[in-house]
Structures are given as structure tokens and as C-alpha cells.
């Protein structure tokens, strides 16, 4: 079993007009086979708190601690946070023109391992994760994003979740911007994961739809860079009916 | 007459351009009136076969600002040696090779010297190497033609490719070796003819290569030219189209990868002098290093005869180090408003960091990342030449060429530092 653990986790961001503070303290833990769902209105740091624990270079950890069974994840580089087990879901997943999506999971499996994959199970696997996901075969030798729609974007994340395996998944927003049908068949991917392997998983999300499809067994409510109320899946279909209002006044307040 | 031109250019890298452009699509992303100094219509640029006519150039002139001219200075002199370079032609079995004097009437048919590198060149060479493809001739394989540099004695080549009425043919012309060599390529496609010409510049370090490309395309000829500069200290390459009949289309592609001290020009024209006629140009370039120097100049003129012209260029520099500089001028003149369509863009931008995150966040090393996107940026244009062996070649090269750029391109880096020969094999696509 793995743990991630977050611990006073403060984060800023530089500004035009200077660093600017995002997360003010974030406490988390997160055990192997968990799904913890955080929530809350736009601007409250969920973001942020993706792609601080990735390493994006555009944001500065002030103070607190990541750790991954002990080790110091924010010591590592993004690549080196990728092969330690960690995974994150994009938004907005990056277009990388002349690079095959063969090419790239390839690689990335092979790097993640350690060793190029056994090449008859490897080219099985994708295509039986492609088919899942309902994915035509064509995407195999397009270019990595490159003219795909919001949907096909989300689903090659997805893919790479099934196919890389991570220890913990951070999926940031993955439900934002897809028709009913599209969130069904990432859920469904996700579902996958979460029923083969042992992942733990953090599912950042504005809205509680995407909950409907995964199930989460701790829901925490972001509001101003921390987390603001802790709770069980009940604790969504709160929000659901009352929406975050009663937070932002407690925020502003 | 309707008359536009438009000029952009010149990213200083190394003054600071931090803008990320690399992904700007083909949409006219440039900037108009930066820098240069304006010129008159190409149709002006005074073109000879008379020595005397176009004279050694000081270096302020407009087709000589950006290039070192005292490194090109040998090749000014009409005196010029033939020894410096060995031209060696494999032909496929439809194809001849011949040796001819410079009087030979077929030669000196396609264009007219345009500077003062090419017209030396003209007046001094004494003989030409003529490869012809038969009309109607479909060649059966690619004919090579290697030009080995072996010795540094300031030399002029003259070479005629001549594709008959409704013939098809592939040629690679490869140049190897150390030479200071001031080349003319004419290229005569006639009517119905397809050709695809591949020039690789893969010279030793200290090569010096001027070289005129002047392609003539009769009625309905095609010709698909492609460039690719890789070696050498300094290749100034002057790729020029001309059309000579209705419904001729020249696709013009060119990739080249400057390393730290390398300076590589390449100045295209397009003469769209008849109606109903098709250009694409299309150029990539990866510059890394101190003092690596890439020039793009891409001309484009749309005379007021050539109602119905199609035409649009393209020019993206990836700037891989501090210290390196891409300067990128399109020139677009229209003369008539009755055409298809005409543009241009320019681009020049350093590695993309979101790129570069999205590759590492899924376990991939910095400097393998950065190999991939670099691959990526040249492998579009490799796929789009459509002679395998020729694409796989090419592969290969920009491939050895990131290798030996890779010391450099990491020592840039200022995070990562992981082993990069454990997955260094895995960038081939």
C-alpha cells in the first residue's frame, strides 16, 4: 500500500505584480485504492494544487511538505515525480505536433518502467484501451492532441492513465467541457483503474456530476487555497442543493 | 496595378525574444516592418550573365546584409577552380549523364543569375554535368548525384537537370566533404514533367557552398524541391522558381539545423509570371549554439499577367540556446487582385514549456522530451517528401544531428540532469 501525503502545503504563483500566495496551507492524505474528491468554486486553488504536485516550474512551493511513501516529492523533478507513481490528468492537454501518439505512449511507458515494453502485449494493450475507450484506431498515428476535440483530448488522458498505471492519478477537471456520453466512457476508463489496480485517486472537479459515474469516498470542499469542510460522498449531494455560497461568505467573511 | 508588400522579420534571440511562437499556426502570424530596410520589387533585382553587370557586393546590399561576405569573398572571382569538387551521378536505367562544355546550348536556360556568387559562377566554370530524363520516362529509381568536396581551392560546378515533357523522376543531390564551392543547379521540368529534387548540404565543418537552384516549369510541370542544410561553416543556397507556362505547381521545402559558429541561407524567389500556377514554400529550421545563424528569405511575386495564382509560404525557426540568432523575412508582391490566394507566415520561437511539462509529467526525461518535440518539428516535414528511403535517410540525419546537439541542448536546461541514454533510443518514430 502507498500513501501520498500533503502536509501545510502553501504554494505561490508569480505575478506582474509579484508572487502571488494560491494555496495557504493544504493538508491531505491520500492511501493506494481512495478516492478523494475535491471541490470547489473557480479560483479557489484546485488547480493549483494539480500542478504543484506535477511540478509545474510556474508555481513555487513557499512551505509544506509532499511526500510519497516517505519520499520527498517535491525534491523531484517532473519526470522523476511521473516514474515515482504519480499521474496527472490534464485540463488542457498540450499539443505536441510530429510526435505519434504510438510514439509517445511508447516512450512514456518505457520510461515510467524502466525498460521498453514486451512489444506484442504492449500493442494489445493499447488497442484494447483504445477500443475501450472508444477510440478509433486512426488516433494511433496522429499527433499527440493535435486537432483533437475537447472529448478526444480527454480520453487520450485517460489512456494514459490505463496504460502507465500510476500509483495515485490527480485527475484535474477532466469532466469540464464533455457531453453526457463523454463523461460516461472516462468514467468508465477511470472505473477500469480503479477496479485492476490499486490506485488512489484525486479527482478535482467544479461540479458534482462526474461523482454520479465515480464513486468518491472523501469529498473535501476547497475554498481560498485550503480546504474548507471534509466529508463523505454525502457531502456532494450537499453541495449539489446549496451550491458553494455558504463557503464564500464564511471566506470572505 | 494593385501592389502590396509586406515584410517581416528578425528574432534576436539572443536580445532577449522570450515570446513563445512556436505553435502559432499558419495564419499570418507576423509581424509586419520590423527591422530591415525596405526594398523595391524584386522584379527590380538586377539579374545578368554578364560578370561585369552584377559586381562584387560590399555587404550593405539587400541580398547580401545578412550573409559573412568576407567568408564568401573567394567565390566573388570569376577565376574559379573545377578542382575542388568530384561529381559522381548513379542514374536510374531510363536516365542519361553526360559531360558537357559550357557552350552547350541547353544550358544557361533556366533563369538568370541573380547575384554576384551565381555570376561568377556562370563565367567561370568550364564544363557541366547534364542529367536528362527522357520525355515521357517514368525512371525506375532515384538518381544520386554526389558532389565530394576535396579540397578547399575555390571552385565553381555547373549542373543541368533536365526532366522531359511528361516525365517522372527522383533526384538526391547529396554534398559531402570540405570545398568552397559556388554551384549552379538548373532545373528545367518541361510540360506535364514531375520532379522531385532532394539537395542535402551535409558538408564537413569548414565548407564554404554558394548555390543557385534556378527552376524553369513549363505547362502543367511539378516539381516538389526540397532542401536540407545540416553541414558546413557557411551555405548560402538561392533557390529561384520561374514559370514559364499556365498550371505549373512547385512545392518548396527546406529543413535546416545551424549548430553553434554554422551560418545557413537559404533566399527563395517565386516568379509567378504566368497565370494559373501553385507555390507552397515551406521552411524549418533548429538553431543551437553560440553564434548559429540561419536566414530565410522567401520572395514571392505575383506579376499582373498571373491572374488565378495559388501561393502561400511558411517559415518557423525553433531557437534551442541563448546565442543563437533566425532572422526571417517573407516578401509578398501582388500585382493583380485576381488571384486564388496568396500568404505568408513566419515564426520563430524557443522550446515550447508546456510541451515540454505535458512529455515529463508522463515520465519522459528533459532531454528525451526535448528530442521529441525537436523530431516532431522536422518529422511533419520529412513525411511530406514521399520518397521512403529518402524520408528515412533524412530521419536518420536530423537523428545524429540531435545526438551531437544534445551536450549542448542539455548544458541549456536548468532543471532535470537524468541519464538520457536510457531512453534515447526510443525518440525514432
Redesign the interface.
Known amino acids: 500500500m502507498s500513501t501520498l501525503d500533503i502536509r501545510d502545503l502553501h504554494v505561490s504563483v508569480e505575478t506582474k505584480e509579484g508572487a502571488k500566495q494560491i494555496l495557504r496551507g493544504v493538508d491531505l492524505t491520500i492511501d493506494s485504492g481512495q478516492t478523494h474528491a475535491i471541490m470547489g468554486p473557480n479560483g479557489s486553488g484546485k488547480s493549483t494544487l494539480a500542478y504543484s504536485l506535477?511540478?509545474?516550474?510556474k508555481y513555487t512551493v513557499t512551505s509544506g511538505t509532499v511526500t510519497l511513501d516517505g519520499e520527498d516529492v517535491l525534491a523531484m523533478?517532473?519526470?522523476?515525480?511521473?516514474?515515482a507513481g504519480l499521474?496527472?490528468a490534464?485540463q488542457y492537454?498540450?499539443?505536441?505536433?510530429?510526435?505519434?501518439v504510438t510514439?509517445?505512449l511508447?516512450?512514456?511507458k518505457?520510461?515510467?518502467d524502466?525498460q521498453?515494453p514486451a512489444l506484442r502485449t504492449w500493442v494489445k494493450d493499447v488497442k484494447g484501451a483504445m477500443e475501450a475507450l472508444r477510440m478509433d484506431s486512426s488516433f494511433a498515428d496522429r499527433?499527440v492532441n493535435e486537432g483533437f476535440s475537447g472529448g478526444e483530448k480527454k480520453r487520450h488522458e485517460i489512456l494514459?492513465l490505463e496504460l502507465?498505471k500510476p500509483k495515485f492519478a490527480i485527475l484535474d477537471e477532466t469532466d469540464s467541457g464533455l457531453d453526457v456520453d463523454a463523461l460516461r466512457i472516462v468514467s468508465e476508463g477511470v472505473n477500469r483503474v480503479k477496479a485492476n489496480t490499486d490506485a488512489g485517486f484525486l479527482l478535482i472537479t467544479h461540479y458534482t456530476r462526474i461523482l454520479r459515474y465515480i464513486k468518491p469516498d472523501f469529498v473535501h470542499v476547497f475554498v481560498d487555497g485550503r480546504i474548507a469542510e471534509e466529508g463523505g460522498p454525502e457531502l456532494a449531494d450537499r453541495l449539489e442543493t446549496e451550491g458553494y455560497d455558504r463557503f464564500l461568505t464564511t471566506a470572505t467573511a | 496595378m494593385a501592389s502590396t508588400q509586406t515584410e517581416s522579420t528578425t528574432s534576436d534571440v539572443a536580445a532577449g525574444l522570450s515570446t513563445d511562437h512556436s505553435?502559432a499556426a499558419a495564419d499570418g502570424a507576423h509581424t509586419h516592418g520590423v527591422g530591415g530596410t525596405p526594398q523595391g520589387s524584386r522584379a527590380e533585382r538586377l539579374t545578368s550573365f554578364d560578370a561585369d553587370v552584377i559586381t562584387v557586393p560590399s555587404g550593405r546590399e539587400e541580398e547580401w546584409r545578412f550573409s559573412p561576405v568576407a567568408k564568401l569573398a573567394p567565390l566573388f572571382s570569376t577565376e574559379l577552380a573545377s578542382s575542388g569538387v568530384q561529381t559522381t551521378v548513379v542514374e536510374a536505367p531510363e536516365v542519361t549523364v553526360e559531360i558537357v562544355p559550357r557552350s552547350d546550348a541547353r544550358l544557361g536556360q533556366a533563369g538568370v543569375p541573380g547575384d554576384r556568387t551565381a555570376v561568377a559562377a556562370w563565367n567561370a566554370v568550364k564544363e557541366a554535368t547534364v542529367v536528362t530524363v527522357p520525355a515521357q520516362a517514368v525512371a525506375s529509381a532515384v538518381t544520386s548525384i554526389r558532389v565530394e568536396g576535396v579540397s578547399a581551392t575555390p571552385s565553381a560546378s555547373h549542373l543541368l537537370i533536365h526532366a522531359g515533357a511528361l516525365s517522372e523522376s527522383v533526384v538526391l543531390l547529396d554534398h559531402v566533404g570540405n570545398a568552397v564551392l559556388s554551384e549552379t543547379v538548373e532545373i528545367v521540368v518541361e510540360d506535364g514533367a514531375h520532379l522531385t529534387l532532394v539537395s542535402v548540404q551535409d558538408w564537413s565543418s569548414e565548407a564554404v557552398h554558394a548555390s543557385s537552384h534556378r527552376i524553369r516549369l513549363g505547362r502543367d510541370a511539378k516539381v516538389k524541391h526540397v532542401v536540407v542544410t545540416l553541414g558546413g561553416d557557411v551555405v548560402r543556397l538561392t533557390p529561384d522558381a520561374e514559370f514559364v507556362g499556365e498550371g505549373g505547381e512547385v512545392e518548396m521545402v527546406g529543413l535546416y539545423f545551424a549548430d553553434a559558429g554554422q551560418h545557413q541561407e537559404h533566399r527563395l524567389f517565386v516568379d509567378h509570371a504566368v497565370p494559373r500556377c501553385k507555390s507552397r514554400v515551406t521552411y524549418k529550421g533548429a538553431l543551437q549554439g553560440e553564434a548559429a545563424h540561419t536566414v530565410w528569405v522567401g520572395d514571392v511575386l505575383i506579376r499582373k499577367e498571373a491572374e488565378g495564382t495559388d501561393t502561400y509560404e511558411l517559415n518557423r525557426n525553433l531557437v534551442l540556446s541563448d546565442g543563437a540568432r533566425a532572422d526571417s523575412v517573407p516578401n509578398l508582391e501582388i500585382e493583380t487582385g485576381l488571384i486564388e490566394g496568396a500568404g505568408h507566415a513566419s515564426a520563430t520561437g524557443r522550446f515550447?514549456?508546456?510541451?515540454l511539462?505535458?512529455?515529463?509529467?508522463?515520465?519522459?526525461?528533459?532531454s528525451?522530451?526535448r528530442r521529441?518535440?525537436v523530431?516532431?518539428?522536422?518529422?511533419?516535414l520529412i513525411h511530406s517528401i514521399g520518397v521512403e528511403s529518402i524520408e528515412a535517410r533524412l530521419l536518420a540525419s536530423i537523428e545524429a544531428e540531435l545526438s551531437k546537439s544534445m551536450s549542448v541542448i542539455e548544458g541549456t536546461a536548468g532543471?532535470?540532469g537524468?541519464d538520457s541514454s536510457?531512453?534515447g533510443d526510443?525518440?525514432?518514430?
Open positions: 506535477a511540478g509545474h516550474p523533478t517532473v519526470d522523476e515525480r511521473a516514474r499521474f496527472l490534464m492537454p498540450v499539443e505536441v505536433p510530429g510526435v505519434s510514439n509517445f511508447r516512450t512514456a518505457t520510461a515510467i524502466g521498453a499527433s494514459q502507465l | 505553435r515550447d514549456d508546456e510541451q511539462f505535458y512529455l515529463q509529467a508522463r515520465g519522459i526525461p528533459e528525451d522530451a521529441l518535440v523530431h516532431g518539428f522536422f518529422a511533419e532543471t532535470a537524468t536510457d531512453a526510443q525518440v525514432t518514430a
